[in-house]
């Protein structure tokens, strides 16, 4: 049972007890926080055509919610034009307790992110990908036989990186000092301000320019992971609290 205080007339005060069942029909998890901000993102973003779309995963995180009984498991994904790209986020928000965890708990909403791929996905590759594991499945016999066809399927869509428009550094730490001394190595670059630091979208059509030729290696020296990796969204909900927030700074 969950007890509500309401208060009217600035004296009256009135505690409301409700059940579980009545609360959780009157809730929605949240997951954009800022629709212009997300918006705003999505206009930056590349176009997509029939054979390259992008990648959207809804991941519950124990490191923002240690009560959590699930870690880095995917709640909801999809895959999308850009076009599309809000809409589907929106369909995220579903009634809370929707998402369960092993014991059938409500997945908390302080432990939700919802990470996109910053680089298309190549749905051909993905197909003939998924052909290949299809078969290997099917190689090891029925008595065998414990994978879930569709999930093979979305975990090649999520693999099959198409032509790389982008590297991903993501810096564990908000420094502003830190994303000056990347720029000093390759110029400006499009960031995303995360909860605890930032991805940094290196544009690699402008490479060939860069005044160091070393820049990745330098520029890893700053990032805990490199390469073509998911990022929270800008203006959705990174850990409960925190609005993630977009910079072209071009």
């Known amino acids: 049972m969950n007890i509500f205080s309401v208060k009217f007339n600035d004296c009256m005060i009135y505690h409301l007890t409700i059940s ?48 959590c009984l699930i870690d880095k498991a995917p709640l909801s994904r999809k895959v999308t034009h850009k076009k599309d790209l809000f809409n589907k986020i929106w369909q995220m928000e579903v009634p809370f307790g929707a998402y369960s965890q092993k014991d059938n708990s409500p997945v908390p909403q302080d432990a939700l992110v919802c990470y996109m791929t910053i680089n298309r996905r190549d749905l051909w590759k993905a197909s003939i990908n998924s052909l290949k594991a299809f078969a290997d499945v099917v190689g090891k016999g ?84 490199v390469g073509d990796e998911m990022s929270p969204i800008p203006g959705t909900l990174q850990g409960g609290t925190h609005v993630v927030k977009f910079y072209e700074n071009c």
């Open 142 to 225: 029925e008595e065998d036989f414990n994978q879930n066809p569709q999930q093979l399927a979305m975990s090649e869509i999520h693999r099959a990186s198409s032509y790389r428009l982008f590297t991903i550094f993501d810096v564990d730490e908000k420094n502003p000092d830190t994303l000056n001394k990347m720029f000093e190595i390759v110029g400006k670059q499009p960031y995303i301000e995360t909860r605890g630091g930032y991805h940094v979208l290196v544009r690699h059509q402008l490479s060939k320019d860069f005044s160091c030729k070393s820049w990745y290696q330098e520029l890893s020296k700053y990032a805990d992971v």
């Open 20 to 67: 579980d069942d009545v609360l959780y029909s009157c809730m929605n998890y949240k997951i954009i926080a800022d629709k212009d901000e997300l918006q705003k993102f999505i206009n930056w973003l590349p176009e997509t055509t029939e054979r390259q779309k992008y990648y959207v995963s809804l991941l519950c995180r124990k490191k923002y919610n240690k009560d």
